[in-house]
């Protein structure tokens, strides 16, 4: 019902002809590790691939992501027909919540009043304003969350990646990559298997969580002169595999 509900208020964003547009919730913020969802936005773009990233940030302990992609080039959007125009025009955009959907932003902006968080945190991170044409990347943060994901993405249908998120944040752990459910429109779900052991920390991917350090890292790899950590790879590469229906 709430799902139904918030997909009947949600603005909608027109995707170009050509592949899904990548959703990226961004809700968390980078706390220890540099947030890496950005460098996945713009690999993505690179390709081809339109990424629309939405959410909201209101976490005094964490990062702002939409700090790290003012820094990075990818201001928020006003509304939703300007995100459209951002991705005819250069394959990404960034809308805050309340662009999208209003009365969800007032529902997610009571948790530093009440302390905890709710069930909208949840229903964020599944919002499409472009049923059809969209891929969902679903990063959950518990594991429980994982199984009960997948039991509503398998019903709900569509395609999207669910996978154990990094701080919160939609990319996989540079320093261990999870698991990666991948559900195509045809309701095949094939899951890549995630790395075993710890996650030991990477040398070319310091802790450095401020906006300008982080920023720096991810032009770094982008121009190549800081290799991509091969988990965001595997994940972009199954993204780009999702977009195009392969």
Do not use: W
Not at 19 to 25: E, H, N
Not at 229 to 240: E, F, G, K, M, T
């Amino acid at each position: 019902g709430f799902k139904r509900a918030m997909d009947a208020r949600t603005a909608q964003v027109a995707v170009p002809d050509g592949p899904r547009c990548v959703l990226l919730p961004s809700y968390n913020g980078a706390r220890r590790q540099p947030n890496l969802m950005p460098l996945v936005a713009l690999l993505l773009a690179r390709e081809g691939v339109p990424v629309l990233i939405q959410g909201r940030h209101d976490f005094d302990s964490r990062v702002s992501p939409f700090e790290l992609l003012a820094a990075l080039g990818i201001p928020l959007r006003a509304d939703a027909a300007s995100a459209s125009a951002a991705l005819a025009s250069h394959k990404i955009a960034a809308l805050p919540l309340d662009a999208l959907l209003p009365g969800l932003d007032r529902l997610l902006a009571l948790r530093p009043r009440l302390g905890v968080r709710n069930s909208g945190h949840t229903l964020a991170k599944l919002l499409d304003p472009m049923p059809g044409r969209s891929v969902r990347v679903v990063a959950v943060t518990h594991p429980e969350y994982l199984v009960r994901m997948d039991e509503f993405l398998r019903v709900d249908g569509g395609c999207a990646m669910l996978m154990r998120g990094t701080e919160g944040e939609g990319y996989a752990n540079p320093r261990r990559r999870p698991a990666l459910a991948l559900y195509d429109a045809s309701g095949t779900v094939n899951t890549l298997d995630g790395e075993g052991g710890g996650a030991p920390p990477n040398p070319q991917v310091p802790d450095l969580p401020d906006v300008a350090g982080n920023a720096q890292l991810i032009r770094a790899m982008l121009e190549g002169t800081t290799p991509v950590p091969d988990p965001i790879r595997v994940q972009v590469d199954a993204l780009i595999r999702l977009a195009h229906g392969d």
